[in-house]
């Protein structure tokens, strides 16, 4: 299987900025997403990155602010968010993909991550 393990999640005023990481470790995969979960409400994709080619799409809710990428040495994705808004409030999750699934479906991920939480304040 896949381990992720998100961190770099905290308090931050908004307008302010945070990356988030997800340390991969255990089988291969071939794609990382990023989704997130305000209390109430469904997990919501936020941006997918094929491992190897780089190649990325995001939700149009983030685009702009956020940016997905990859250390393919460190095995380890990031989300770099901008800009972070009260809205942005949130658990977020990082997932893996063991196919070259690239879609916004929870179930197109194989493993999650246990989520780390960012809060925004006003």
């Known amino acids: 299987q896949v381990q992720l393990v998100e961190s770099g999640g905290g308090l931050v005023q908004a307008g302010g900025s945070l990356r988030l990481s997800c340390a991969a470790s255990g089988r291969t995969f071939r794609t990382m997403g990023w989704f997130r979960q305000a209390p109430g409400k469904d997990r919501e994709f936020l941006a997918v990155i094929r491992w190897t080619g780089g190649d990325s799409s995001y939700a149009d809710s983030v685009k702009g602010r956020f940016t997905i990428s990859r250390d393919i040495a460190k095995t380890t994705g990031y989300l770099q968010m901008n800009r972070l808004k009260p809205e942005d409030t949130a658990v977020y999750y990082c997932?893996?993909?063991?196919?070259?699934?690239?879609?916004?479906?929870?179930?197109?991920?194989?493993?999650w991550g246990q989520g780390t939480q960012v809060t925004v304040s006003s």
């Open positions: 997932a893996a993909s063991v196919g070259f699934y690239i879609g916004s479906s929870r179930s197109g991920y194989n493993y």
